[in-house]
C-alpha cells in the first residue's frame, strides 16, 4: 500500500507543479533572489559545493523559511557544541531563509542549500550526494519522497519542534490510511513541544515510545537578537534623523492583508493622545509593499521605507520593506502587535517580541499557537482581543501604565521558563539517538 501511494503522488506531483509553477514564479519573483542557485532545488550542485559537500556524514536539517532557518541554526551550533565531531546541511524553501543561513554558514562544519522538490529521482540525486547520516525535520516539513528515501537508506528522522495546527491534524486524521504509511512510519523520533499535546500525536498514528516531550524550539531562552546588534535599529533611525528617545513606537508584526489598515486606522486615533507616537509597519511579504504604500499615500501622514528612507520632521510611519530583520526591529517596540491574528487565520509567533521584553497585543485568531496563548493569557502575558475595534484602547492602556506593560512582559517570561534548555534537551536526545545506533561513532 505505501508502494503504490508513494508511486501515485510521483506520477501526479509534476502535474500539480506544473498546474502551480506560474503563481510561484511571480511570487518568487516579487520576492527577490529567485534565480541564484535556483538549480539545487532539482539536485545540481556547483562543482565547488559538490567538492565540499563530499565524504558522506552529514546531519541533514530542513527548515522551511526564515523562522525555521533561525531554529534550525540554533539547533546545529548547539550539536555542534556537544559534539565537535557534527557537521550539518540545511536545506531551506525560500531565498529569504537561504539568505539568512548563508550568512551564518561555515564551510568546515555547515552548509545550506535549497531543499529539492519532493519528486522521488531528484530527491534521491540529492540523497546520493549527502549521504546523511540523519534527518532532522524543523516543525512539519514533511515530504513523502523525502521520507521514502530515508527509509530506503535506514536513516533515523527526527521531527524537532513538532507541532500540529488543529487544521493539520484534522486532515492527517482524515488521510491517516494514506498519511501513516508515506509519512508517519518513516519519523523515528517526535520532539513534542507541550506534554498537552501527546494525544494529538497518537491521534495521528504514533505510538508512544516515539513522542519525546522537550519544549519548544522557537520558546526557548534565546536572545531576540545577537547582543552586538541590539540597538542596532534604534541607532539606524538615529542616523535617519528620528531620535528614539523623542518617540514610543507602535510595532506590527508579519501583517498580513488588511492589518496595515486596521493598525493605520488605530495609529490615527492614538495620535490625538500620544503625538509622539510612530508606527513601524513590517509586512510577512515583502512583495506587499506596493500596496500598503497605496495606503499611506491616503492617510496624509508623512511615510518612509526602509529601504529607501526618506525622513522629515513630520515622518511618523515606517514600513520594513526588507526581509530578516523582525526580531531586530522588535527591540525598538514599546507595544507589538502580532500579525495574522486579526485578519488571518493562525496567528504568527509571539515569543520573538517576548522574547525582546516587549509587551504584546494580539487578535483572537492564534490558532496554531493554541496552547502555548491560553496560557500566556491565563498568566495575563499578553492581551488578546476580540476584535480591531478594542485595538485603540489596549495599546493606550499599556502607554500610560508602562508597570503594566512591564508586569506583562515578566509573566510572559515566567510561562517561556518551561522551555528554556530546549534546544539543548533536543540536541542531546538526537546525539543519543546517534550513539545508539552506532555505539563506537
Request: positive net charge; aromatic residues 10%.
Amino acid at each position: 500500500m505505501r508502494h503504490f501511494f508513494l508511486i501515485l503522488y510521483n506520477l501526479l506531483l509534476p502535474v500539480v507543479l506544473l498546474v502551480s509553477f506560474p503563481g510561484y514564479f511571480r511570487r518568487m519573483r516579487k520576492r527577490g533572489g529567485y534565480r541564484k542557485n535556483f538549480g539545487q532545488r532539482f539536485g545540481f550542485f556547483s562543482s565547488e559545493l559538490r567538492h565540499a559537500l563530499g565524504g558522506g556524514g552529514w546531519s541533514w536539517i530542513r527548515a522551511v523559511s526564515v523562522g525555521e532557518m533561525v531554529q534550525a541554526l540554533s539547533l546545529a551550533e548547539e550539536l555542534k557544541r556537544q559534539d565537535g565531531t557534527f557537521r550539518a546541511v540545511i536545506s531551506t524553501t525560500t531565498s529569504t531563509g537561504y539568505a539568512l543561513g548563508q550568512r551564518r554558514s561555515q564551510p568546515a562544519w555547515l552548509q545550506v542549500i535549497y531543499s529539492p522538490v519532493d519528486f522521488y529521482p531528484v530527491v534521491a540525486r540529492v540523497w546520493r550526494r549527502l549521504q546523511p547520516r540523519e534527518v532532522i525535520l524543523v516543525d512539519s516539513d514533511l515530504w513523502p519522497s523525502f521520507l521514502a528515501c530515508a527509509r530506503a537508506n535506514g536513516v533515523p528522522v527526527h521531527l524537532a519542534n513538532a507541532r500540529l495546527s488543529p487544521r493539520s491534524r484534522k486532515r492527517y486524521e482524515t488521510l491517516r490510511r494514506i498519511a501513516e504509511p508515506l509519512l508517519w512510519r518513516q519519523v523515528t523520533r517526535v520532539y513534542a513541544q507541550h506534554p498537552n499535546e501527546l494525544e494529538q500525536w497518537l491521534a495521528v498514528g504514533l505510538n508512544r515510545p516515539r513522542v519525546v516531550t522537550t519544549g519548544s524550539l522557537k520558546y526557548d531562552a534565546n536572545p531576540a537578537v545577537a547582543p552586538g546588534e541590539q540597538f542596532a535599529f534604534r541607532d539606524w533611525l538615529r542616523q535617519h534623523g528620528c531620535e528614539p528617545k523623542a518617540h514610543r513606537f507602535l510595532l506590527g508584526g508579519s501583517l498580513h492583508p488588511g492589518e496595515e489598515e486596521m493598525l493605520l486606522k488605530a495609529f490615527l486615533q492614538l495620535r490625538t493622545r500620544f503625538p509622539d507616537l510612530f508606527l513601524i509597519l513590517v509586512p510577512r511579504h515583502v512583495e506587499r509593499t506596493p500596496e500598503i504604500v497605496e495606503l499611506l499615500k491616503a492617510s496624509a501622514v508623512p511615510w518612509t521605507l526602509r529601504t529607501q528612507p526618506e525622513f522629515t520632521s513630520g515622518t511618523a510611519i515606517l514600513v520594513v520593506d526588507s526581509t530578516g530583520e523582525l526580531r531586530g526591529w522588535y527591540q525598538t517596540a514599546d507595544v507589538v502587535v502580532i500579525g495574522k491574528s486579526f485578519q488571518g487565520i493562525g496567528g504568527q509567533n509571539p515569543v520573538e517580541p517576548i522574547q525582546a521584553a516587549r509587551p504584546v497585543i494580539s487578535g483572537p485568531h492564534m490558532e496554531n499557537f493554541a496552547t502555548l496563548m491560553k496560557e500566556l493569557v491565563a498568566a495575563g502575558g499578553v492581551r488578546q482581543l476580540a476584535g480591531p475595534e478594542a485595538l485603540p484602547a489596549a495599546v493606550a492602556d499599556l502607554l500610560d501604565h508602562p508597570e503594566q506593560a512591564a508586569t506583562m512582559v515578566e509573566r510572559a517570561g515566567s510561562v517561556l521558563a518551561f522551555h528554556h534548555g530546549a534546544t539543548a534537551r533536543i540536541a542531546a536526545s538526537i546525539l543519543a539517538a546517534r550513539r545508539e545506533r552506532s555505539p563506537h561513532s
